[in-house]
């Protein structure tokens, strides 16, 4: 286990599912944990249970995540981890979708991470310390959807912004990466339905669904000071579901 303990974390998105196992294995490292995120009630229940703090926040309003970050330093004087989780993924057939269906995906899933991103590093870099780990996924960077291709978009947009943006901070002491999960049971993914579930548990070698938890440990190792040298960089964490199969194996 990674050591945290003096560092301040701010979880996007961490009410419930990928966020809270970001959360709760960041507090587990020693970390000072601030949740925020759009639903209230769901964040300060999250809070109260891993005995953190809770913020609101619409990662869509660039007002909101710039009060976040002041917030934080407000009440803890510092800001060393950012991790950008915060993410929707309705589905939608391309030929149905609507502009707003794109713009609200873009808003949330693209613009969101460039908002809070753009924030935390404005008082990461001057301090000359901090880790940035973005939340992106195999869907869109490496496989695509029926239905997703708003969201495919969104998250193959997220590292490209993250390859440039780790370049500006290079000589800051700031690192930016990001996890790629395959597919985590948590709300989100179960809404698509029980037979996206099970067509997902069939394409995955172990035949099992990953835990936040398991995206929380990828991202404990990339938020510790020991992946310093570690940047503008994807860390896959989906059971082997991407990887090519032989045709001998
Ligand atoms: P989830 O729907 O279970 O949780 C998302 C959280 O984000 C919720 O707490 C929600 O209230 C919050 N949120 C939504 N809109 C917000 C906004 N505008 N401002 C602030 N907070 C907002 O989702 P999840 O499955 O935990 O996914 C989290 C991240 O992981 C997303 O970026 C998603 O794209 C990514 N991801 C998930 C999976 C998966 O299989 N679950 C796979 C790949 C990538």
Known sequence: MFDL??????????????GKG???V???????VIIADIDAAAGQACAAELGGHYLPLDVSRQADCR????DVIASHGQLDILCSNTGIFPQCALADMTEQEWD????INLKGTFFMVQAALAVMRPRGYGRVVITSSITGPITGFPGWSHYAASKAGQLGFMRSAALECARDGVTINAVMPGNI???????????YLEQMKAAIPSHCLGT????GHAACFLASRE???ITGQTLVVDGGQVLPESPEA
Do not use: F, S, W
């Open 5 to 18: 303990t003096q560092k301040v974390a701010l979880v996007t998105g961490g009410a419930r599912g990928i």
């Open 22 to 24: 970001i959360a709760r």
């Open 26 to 32: 960041l507090g587990r490292a020693g970390a000072r």
């Open 67 to 70: 009060r976040v970050v002041d």
């Open 104 to 107: 609200r995906m873009h808003n």
């Open 185 to 195: 049971l948590t709300e989100g993914l179960q809404a698509q339905g029980e037979a």
């Open 212 to 215: 936040p938890e398991d995206i």
């Open 227 to 229: 992946a310093r040298y």
